[in-house]
């Protein structure tokens, strides 16, 4: 532990020692913009140049570590194009050849990667402006506390389980975020619970974002442009969820020529591609599949060919397919639209292989488990500019949610005189439809205020669980169907904000959303107002305060640390009341004059009311029992404090980021009414993440992370029922009541590897897990020892109750190769 503590303090120490202004760059031929992409990576800078200036224009540059000034000078000269760097823009322009320059009307203004939020200058010199810039303002220029945009450089960087690059796994890496279980893709930010994170698909709701019971998460990395991450001060446009917003941009399609990626893992592939369809439409189409149920043949047929009596059964798969297409009709107007379709099968179970031998004598099981789950969405949109002030998008969506569970088991009794057969099969549906109408409108009012305003509506189709059981013995049979039904529910939101530069000094987000939610004849509604507010006393400091209401009508009930297509999303109904969480934020932030270092403390204390989750005994209740019936109502606090230190630009960047952190729920009919602390209460959580850019071939990535263990109950007695020997009951253990979450597993500790090797035609990527073997405990289980006893009449042996902790993975080599073209 201390090795790793001082290997990383040499990562540090060697962060703090790297140039930001020196850079390296080998190109040979290569289109201008993607050289200056990579200018703005090591340094940080803009490029600001019309869209005309550099049309077709192809650089052959070979810099290593040379200032930057000497590299433009390079790739500029002999031409009519000069540089200029003004603040943190480098501003291109051709060579005057006249007296006065030709004024035209400014059109939009774009970034390689999508529209910026804001022009970085103001100019009205040029016809159509393409800035190449960082998509993330620095902290001290916003007014935002717990803001992140992540890039997808950064999710590809992210060292993780198996080498699938991972968004929620690179989210998991900042600080107030837990991962929960250990190589799983959950999140759990600021002492909230999984369901309280919305997850959207450009700017769609996903229900269900986990693959395999969380161990991947549902986005495509390679089709993804950027993720905005929202933790403590919420723009006005989004609510539904308490904790957290993440919101997963994609790609648009390549403008010139055909082009995308091929990638084969070891657990999956991937196959991209995008380009042009005629001179003003694009497309991207995406895929991704697991190689699960093709790993697993040779597998299982050697499992088998061991065993003489039981015939093993398994076969898992997932599979993510994206389509965009997009038709620009002038500059002004863009029509858009995606598809998403994730899916996920998995079946289990065991057959004695005597069940089809007629002749074998006894008993015999046919125990079968399916499992099918997943993810669709449509949205059509349409962005529309109306004058150089005033934007707006306006979407339609339907995006569905379903998963599907069959057991199906069958038991025969064959005696030489006589053949007794059962048969049972237990079918669970359960799905979520939704129908989105939106419309955001984005108003530069002026220089100083930016006021973002908009509405949609949700029509809600909710089926909890719709059970269904066949029973065959003999000649009998008997079927049921439980008594839930489908619930329609329709959800009113309307938001505004704005964006007020008060001074130089001091800005202000204030903001407000509505939202009205009708079901069963009843209208809940909930008020959320937002403010943040940034003094910045210096250019390069600022502190920050905000204040954030959030509000939830939806929420997952959860029965175990995995994700699951068995946790239901429910609506709030009957007696329960909207889920509400109050927060305050405060902040100091900090970065270097160049921009290459910077440094943040954040401070917050949340307040959740009319949190749901199951009763102590919701297991002893009759299953044709009403879901809500089986449900009890809380509150929940969470406060702590967040520390990070980054380094933004150079070859070597990363961060180190310390959380401190309480999270206890409080329930009257849970633990006897007294509080307990969260399942994911981590007192203490230490994330290191690490990028050094050895040159324009080699990539090294390091993420160490630890954090106090999870939370766990401990159910340490047992009470041991009668037995009556003239009977077929003989008793049996029961687990008595203990107190929730009582007790804490052991401290965590990981550190995960990657390196990236380009070539030619693509890039090789090699991943180590777990680097340092290190098995952490992921939970305890009650189990049995056997103990010799030596008396005085002689020798026994007995068993006695033990605890025995359950550690899952090891060190896990990876590797991948993916192609572009």
Not at 48 to 63: F, G, I, N, T
Not at 128 to 142: G, I, K
Not at 288 to 313: C, G, Q, Y
Request: hydrophobic fraction near 35%; charge should be positive.
């Amino acid at each position: 532990m201390i090795r790793c503590l001082l290997l990383l303090a040499i990562f540090c120490a060697m962060a703090l020692g790297c140039s930001a202004q020196n850079v390296s760059v080998n190109a040979n031929n290569l289109q201008a913009a993607k050289v200056f992409r990579s200018l703005v990576e090591q340094t940080g800078k803009n490029f600001v140049y019309s869209s005309e200036l550099l049309r077709d224009m192809k650089v052959s540059v070979k810099a290593k570590d040379k200032p930057l000034e000497q590299v433009l000078s390079e790739i500029f000269a002999g031409t009519d194009i000069e540089y200029k760097i003004k603040g943190n823009n480098i501003i291109l322009k051709r060579k005057s050849t006249s007296k006065g320059p030709v004024k035209t009307k400014p059109r939009h203004i774009e970034t390689y990667q999508g529209r910026l939020q804001q022009p970085p200058i103001k100019s009205t010199m040029l016809d159509e402006v393409v800035v190449v810039s960082r998509l993330e303002a620095p902290a001290v220029e916003t007014s935002e506390i717990g803001a992140k945009k992540v890039t997808a450089s950064e999710v590809r960087n992210t060292p993780v389980l198996f080498g699938e690059a991972d968004v929620i796994k690179a989210l998991q890496t900042q600080p107030g975020v837990v991962e929960g279980t250990e190589g799983m893709a959950g999140m759990y930010v600021h002492g909230g619970n999984a369901d309280e994170n919305l997850y959207m698909l450009e700017n769609v709701p996903l229900y269900q974002v986990n693959h395999f019971a969380g161990l991947f998460s549902a986005f495509n990395t390679d089709i993804i442009r950027y993720i905005d991450f929202f933790k403590s001060s919420i723009p006005a446009k989004y609510d539904g969820r308490l904790s957290s917003f993440m919101d997963v941009r994609l790609q648009n399609g390549e403008r010139e020529g055909h082009h995308g990626s091929a990638r084969l893992g070891l657990t999956s592939g991937a196959f991209n591609i995008s380009g042009p369809i005629g001179k003003k439409t694009t497309y991207l189409v995406g895929l991704r599949r697991s190689w699960f149920d093709v790993l697993s043949i040779p597998l299982v047929a050697i499992a088998n060919s061991h065993n003489e009596d039981e015939k093993l059964r398994f076969n898992y798969y997932f599979m993510d397919f994206n389509a965009r297409v997009t038709h620009s009709f002038n500059p002004r107007a863009t029509a858009f639209v995606n598809v998403y379709f994730g899916d996920d099968k998995l079946k289990t179970g065991t057959k004695d292989k005597g069940i089809d031998r007629t002749d074998d004598i006894g008993s015999f099981e046919d125990d079968r488990f399916d499992m099918h789950w997943g993810n669709l969405l449509v949205q059509a949109g349409l962005n529309r500019r109306f004058n150089s002030a005033m934007s707006a998008e306006f979407t339609a969506a339907y995006t569905r949610f379903f998963s599907s569970m069959r057991h199906d088991y069958r038991y025969i009794y064959r005696m030489p005189d006589r053949t007794t057969e059962s048969h049972s099969v237990l079918n669970t549906d359960n799905n979520i439809n939704d129908w989105i109408f939106r419309g955001d409108f984005d108003w530069h009012a002026n220089d100083n205020n930016r006021v973002r305003l908009g509405a949609n509506y949700v029509r809600h189709s909710f089926l909890p669980a719709r059970t269904t059981r066949h029973y065959e013995v003999g000649a009998t049979q008997m079927a049921s169907r439980d008594s839930t039904w489908a619930y329609g529910a329709d959800e009113f939101n309307v938001y505004m904000e704005d964006d007020w530069e008060i001074c130089d000094k001091l800005r202000m987000n204030a903001g407000i959303h509505a939202s009205l939610f009708h079901i069963n004849g009843k209208t809940n509604h909930g008020i959320s107002p937002r403010l943040s507010v940034s003094y910045r006393p210096s250019e390069n400091f600022a502190v920050k305060g905000a204040y954030s209401r959030t509000t939830q009508y939806v929420h997952q009930l959860n029965q175990s640390y995995l994700s699951l297509p068995t946790d239901q999303w429910i609506p709030i109904a009957g007696k329960f009341k909207p889920q509400t969480a109050d927060k305050i934020s405060v902040g100091g932030y900090w970065q270097s004059p160049d921009g290459t270092f910077a440094a943040s403390v954040e401070g917050y204390w949340k307040w959740m009311r009319n949190l749901i989750d199951y009763r102590n005994e919701y297991y002893l209740r009759p299953p044709l029992d009403m879901w809500n019936a089986q449900l009890c109502s809380g509150k929940g606090t969470a406060k702590g404090i967040d520390f990070k230190v980054e380094k933004v630009f150079g070859k070597l960047t990363g961060h180190v980021s310390y959380s401190l952190a309480w999270a206890d729920r409080t329930f009257v009919e849970k633990n006897g009414g007294r509080r307990f602390p969260a399942k994911f209460d981590n007192r203490h959580t230490i994330n290191v993440m690490l990028n050094w850019k050895i040159n324009d071939r080699v990539q090294l990535n390091a993420s160490w992370t630890g954090h106090s263990g999870n939370r766990f109950t401990l159910l340490n007695q047992v009470w041991d029922g009668p037995k009556f020997d003239d009977a077929e009951w003989m008793g049996g253990e029961s687990p008595l009541r203990a107190e929730i979450n009582s007790y804490q597993l052991p401290f965590y500790h990981r550190l995960d590897l990657s390196c990236v090797v380009n070539n030619r035609h693509g890039y090789w990527t090699f991943g180590l897990y777990n680097a340092y073997c290190h098995m952490n405990t992921v939970a305890v289980k009650r189990g049995y020892r056997d103990v010799t006893v030596t008396t005085a009449t002689g020798v026994y042996t007995t068993s006695e109750p033990v605890f025995k902790r359950v550690k899952l993975l090891p060190v896990i080599p990876s590797i991948s190769y993916t192609w572009l073209f």
